[in-house]
């Protein structure tokens, strides 16, 4: 089975400072990786994923990720963070599950960004 | 860009009551739905997935008898939380598997509280 880890429950960044929140997996396979944003009381909202091909992904927003197979690390981005940008991050993995087989996504535990002024 | 609904976005009843969420993909057809469930300062659990047409498969240590799910069309899957307790508070997000792109898309979540 897959695992996702976030190990940071909170990332405190200043305004313009580049910001890095980190991502480590576990998948047998080849990875599916993904970030979402997830606003208060809000659904979560696509950042990016890495399928294949480069790995420096680029998506929403600003941010990007780079997939690193050998540290099996999918880390988010941003060269200068904004006060907007505070919310909680979460990565994931898809793979199989007990309901499904093969089109699951698995979180990680999630990480609070807080950008400050 | 895909857009996936859910009503309501907050509802609040009473102990015992039974509760119905609905989830819509707008814009595409969903062949296959994913109810989650996320309590406070968590992460989203997978609950059951749920393909149109057929039975729902619940992860394990999920109630199917309680947390009943029914995915009649390509674009709508619902939830019914039968005979709801005080525990069964939580924020619940769907989203639906685009047919086409595998993708999957986010609800904004229904907040459900129980009394």
């Known amino acids: 089975a897959q695992s996702v880890a976030q190990p940071e429950d909170q990332v405190n960044v200043a305004e313009g400072n580049p910001l890095t929140v980190k991502c480590t997996y576990s998948v047998s396979g080849n990875p599916y990786l993904f970030w979402y944003v997830q606003y208060p009381n809000r659904g979560l909202q696509f950042l990016l994923k890495y399928i294949t091909g480069d790995n420096l992904v680029k998506g929403s927003y600003g941010f990007e990720a780079e997939f690193n197979k050998s540290q099996t690390s999918f880390h988010l981005k941003k060269p200068s963070a904004l006060v907007s940008d505070s919310a909680l991050y979460f990565c994931?993995?898809?793979?199989?599950?007990?309901?499904?087989?093969?089109?699951?996504?698995?979180f990680g535990g999630g990480t609070r960004l807080m950008v400050k002024p | 860009g895909a857009v996936v609904s859910q009503h309501p976005s907050w509802v609040i009843c009473k102990s015992g009551t039974s509760v119905k969420i609905e989830c819509r993909s707008l814009?595409?057809?969903?062949?296959?739905m994913f109810w989650y469930r996320q309590f406070p300062k968590q992460s989203l659990m997978l609950m059951a997935t749920s393909n149109e047409g057929s039975k729902a498969t619940y992860e394990q240590g999920v109630e199917k008898d309680k947390f009943l799910i029914n995915h009649a069309s390509l674009t709508l899957s619902t939830l019914t939380v039968t005979s709801a307790h005080p525990e069964d508070s939580s924020f619940y997000i769907c989203s639906a598997s685009d047919q086409g792109t595998y993708e999957q898309y986010f609800g904004p979540g229904t907040r459900l509280t129980v009394t």
């Open positions: 814009d595409f057809q969903a062949t296959t």
């Open positions: 994931a993995v898809r793979g199989p599950s007990a309901s499904n087989a093969g089109n699951m996504l698995t």
